[in-house]
C-alpha cells in the first residue's frame, strides 16, 4: 500500500477587516462608523463626509449632535434585541424569535423605545439636511 502523500502547508491570509468586510457586502462602510467610532471620532467622520471644517462651530455642532443621535439610535437597538432574546430565553413555552417579537409588538411593550428612535430618526434627517446645505452643491459624500 502507498504512502499517502504529506499534506500541504495550509496558506494563511490575513483576516479582512470589519470595513473591508462592511465594503464587500454593503459596498460602502457609512454605517459601520457608528459602532467602530467615539462620538468624536463619528463627528469627524460626517465633517468629512460632507467635506465640511470640522472646526468650524457651526459644523462641529451639528455634525456632534448627529453622531450623539445616531450612537443614542444604535444602542436603543441593542437594548430592544437584548429584551427581546431574553424574551425568547425565559417563555415556558419555547416561544421562538417572531412570537416574541410579535408578543412585544401586540402589547406595545417597546412602544415608548420605538417612539424616542423614531424622534432620534427624524432629528438626524434634519442634522445631514442642515449639513447638506452647509456642503457645497457636488461636494457631498467625502473622501471615504
Same mark, same amino acid.
Do not use: F, G, T
Given at each position: 500500500m502507498?504512502?499517502?502523500?504529506?499534506?500541504?502547508?495550509?496558506? #494563511? @491570509?490575513k483576516l479582512k477587516s470589519s470595513k473591508d468586510l462592511a465594503v464587500e457586502r454593503f459596498g460602502r462602510s457609512d454605517g459601520l462608523a457608528i459602532v467602530t467610532n467615539t462620538t468624536l471620532e463619528l463627528a469627524a467622520h460626517y465633517a468629512d463626509r460632507y467635506n465640511l471644517d470640522a472646526k468650524d462651530p457651526d459644523v462641529s455642532v451639528l455634525t456632534a449632535a448627529l453622531a450623539f443621535s445616531r450612537h443614542k439610535e444604535f444602542m436603543l437597538l441593542q437594548e430592544?434585541? !437584548?429584551? #427581546?432574546?431574553? !424574551?425568547? $430565553?425565559? @417563555?415556558?413555552?419555547d416561544e421562538t424569535y417572531a412570537e416574541a417579537l410579535f408578543q412585544a409588538a401586540r402589547t406595545g411593550a417597546h412602544s415608548s423605545v420605538h417612539k424616542e428612535?423614531? !424622534? $432620534?430618526h427624524t432629528r438626524c434627517k434634519i442634522y445631514h439636511k442642515e449639513l447638506s446645505e452647509l456642503a457645497a452643491p457636488g461636494d457631498i459624500g467625502g473622501s471615504k
Open positions: 502507498p504512502e499517502p502523500a504529506p499534506n500541504k502547508k495550509p496558506e #494563511l @491570509s430592544l434585541e !437584548r429584551d #427581546l432574546h431574553e !424574551r425568547v $430565553l425565559i @417563555s415556558a413555552d428612535m423614531d !424622534r $432620534l
